[in-house]
C-alpha cells in the first residue's frame, strides 16, 4: 500500500517539476521573441527615415508598412506614412487611412491635433476625387466639385498676373538684399525635391494649411503654385 502510494506522489511530483521546466522555457522563448521584433521594428524604422531622408519615398513607404503591427508603437510609423503620402506622394486616400489609424492607436499623442485637421482636409480631396460614385451625395459632389473648380480659377488668375509682371521688376525683386516683399525676422528656404506649399506650410507652421501666406509673400517669384522650381529660394513670413 505504502510503495503503490509512493509511486503516486513521485509520478505526480516529477510531472509538476516537468511543468515547471516548460513554463520556464516558453516564458524566455516569447521574451527572445518579443526582443527579436522589437529590434526588427526598430532596424525597419530607421532604414525608412533614411530612405525618406535621400527622397527615396516608395523605398521609404515599403519599410515603414514592413514596420506596422497595429501596437500602439506603431502610431508614429503611421503618421510618417501619412505625412509620405500626403505631401510627397499626392495621395490623399492613403494619408487619410494612415492618419485614422494614428489617431486610433495614439487619440491624444502629440500630432493629434495636426492629424485631425489634416483628416478634414483630405476628407475633401477624397470626396472631390470620388465624386462620381454613387455613394456620394450628387449635391455634395456638385458642391466639392464647384469648390475645385473655384479654387483652381483663382490660382491661375494669380499665376497670369505673376506671369506678365515686367522682367525688369522682377529681377529687382529678386536682387540680394532687396526682396520686396520681405520683412525684417522673415526666414527663407530652398525649395527641395519633392516639396509643395503645404508641405513647406507644414514644416514651418506644423499645419498645412497656412500655405497661401507662403505663396503671398512670394507672389513675385512664384509663377505656378502646383509646380515650385527646386533650388528656388521662398520667404517665410
Known amino acids: ?23 520556464i522555457f516558453v516564458a524566455c522563448d516569447f521574451t527572445g521573441c518579443d526582443r527579436l521584433t522589437t529590434s526588427r521594428h526598430a532596424q525597419l524604422v530607421q532604414d525608412a527615415d533614411g530612405k525618406s531622408a535621400q527622397g527615396d519615398f516608395a523605398r521609404a513607404i515599403n519599410l ?19 505625412l509620405l503620402y500626403d505631401d510627397k506622394m499626392n495621395d490623399p486616400l492613403n494619408a487619410l487611412h494612415h492618419f485614422k489609424r494614428y489617431l486610433a492607436l495614439s487619440p491624444n499623442g502629440s500630432h493629434a491635433n495636426e492629424v485631425t485637421n489634416s483628416i478634414k482636409r483630405d476628407e475633401v480631396a477624397v470626396l472631390t476625387i470620388l465624386s462620381g460614385d454613387s455613394v456620394v451625395p450628387r449635391a455634395e459632389a456638385t458642391r466639392l466639385r464647384n469648390e475645385n473648380l473655384n479654387l483652381h480659377k483663382e490660382l491661375e488668375a494669380r499665376s497670369a498676373i505673376f506671369r506678365s509682371a515686367p522682367d525688369k521688376s522682377r529681377a529687382r525683386d529678386i536682387k540680394p538684399g532687396k526682396t520686396a516683399s520681405a520683412k525684417s525676422g522673415d526666414r527663407t528656404y530652398i525649395v527641395q525635391s519633392g ?10 507652421y506644423k499645419s498645412s494649411a497656412r500655405w497661401e501666406k507662403i505663396l503671398n509673400a512670394n507672389k513675385e517669384s512664384i509663377h505656378n503654385p502646383e509646380n515650385l522650381k527646386v533650388g528656388q529660394t521662398l520667404i517665410i513670413p
Not at 1 to 23: D, E, N, P
Not at 195 to 204: G, N, V
Open 64 to 82: 515603414y508598412e514592413a514596420a506596422l503591427d497595429d501596437s500602439p508603437r506603431c502610431a508614429e510609423v503611421h503618421y510618417k506614412l501619412a
Open 1 to 23: 500500500m505504502k510503495s503503490r502510494l509512493g509511486k503516486v506522489i513521485t509520478k505526480h511530483y516529477g510531472i509538476a517539476i516537468a511543468c515547471v521546466w516548460l513554463s
Open 195 to 204: 516639396d509643395t506649399l503645404a508641405s513647406i506650410s507644414r514644416k514651418f
